[in-house]
């Protein structure tokens, strides 16, 4: 399989530990985004990278949140003193950066739940 | 910026019927148009998109959709439904004229097709 695989599928947290997330992208894709899902919303927007360079972060990314991607491949999300709000799916996906509009593809998410 | 409305927290219809998921958007620029679907436990597929040129956009698994300019919206369409079409759909946008790659999704159309 060549997709967007994401690592662990769930995680169970007590609140105040931290958690880390990884996204492992399509390989050819150069672009690698950051979204959180809630029950009955889409995808919001947190934080993308191009290469190893992060591009845009949302104002959703407090500063309890990090994301690295150190070598221009893979990437982690991490949260630190989670709190319950952060009980949510973690989406990763990637995409081209040759061109403006390529779609995204998107990863089957971490789900979180904060105890 | 950008926003996506999916007036219609759920659709129903019957197997073999056609189906109409609505999408309607607001951007400053041009605007480029996604579709995405959501199964149980899955991240999202890419289902089709609109970027410039003809008004009828054809993409995965019988799927189109029509994209109006006058009335701003992109309503996903196919000629007869089945009951694995039953899903979570997803309309995105995201501003052509420049700026984020980011695009906006709406809260999504659960849509539920009946034997």
């Known amino acids: 399989d060549t997709g967007v695989s994401q690592n662990p599928r769930h995680k169970i947290t007590k609140r105040g530990q931290n958690v880390t997330f990884r996204c492992d992208p399509i390989?050819?894709?150069?672009?690698l985004y950051w979204y959180r899902q809630t029950l009955g919303q889409g995808p919001e927007f947190l934080t993308y990278?191009?290469?190893?360079?992060?591009?845009?972060k949302s104002r959703l990314l407090s500063d309890r949140f990090s994301a690295e991607r150190p070598k221009g491949s893979f990437s982690t999300l991490e949260i630190q003193r989670t709190e319950q709000g952060d009980s949510a799916m973690y989406l990763c996906?990637?995409?081209?950066?040759?061109?403006?509009?390529?779609?995204?593809?998107f990863g089957p998410g971490t789900r979180l739940t904060v105890l | 910026a950008q926003s996506v409305a999916q007036p219609e927290d759920q659709v129903n219809v019957a197997e073999g019927n056609p189906l109409t998921v609505k999408c309607t958007y607001s951007?400053?620029?041009?605007?480029?148009l996604f579709w995405y679907v959501q199964y149980p436990n899955r991240g999202l597929q890419f289902l089709l998109k609109?970027?410039?040129?003809?008004?009828l956009v054809k993409g995965s698994y019988g799927f189109e959709a029509e994209f109006n300019k006058s009335q701003t919206s992109f309503h996903l369409k196919k000629p007869s439904a089945l009951v694995s079409d039953s899903a979570l759909y997803f309309c995105?946008?995201?501003?052509?004229?420049?700026?984020?790659?980011?695009?906006?999704f709406g809260r999504g159309t659960s849509l539920i097709v009946h034997p």
């Open positions: 951007v400053s620029g041009n605007p480029y």
């Open positions: 995105a946008v995201r501003d052509g004229g420049g700026g984020s790659y980011i695009p906006t």
């Open positions: 990278f191009q290469n190893e360079a992060q591009l845009e």
């Open positions: 609109y970027i410039t040129g003809d008004n």
């Open positions: 390989s050819e894709h150069n672009r």
């Open positions: 996906a990637s995409s081209f950066a040759s061109g403006i509009y390529n779609e995204q593809f």
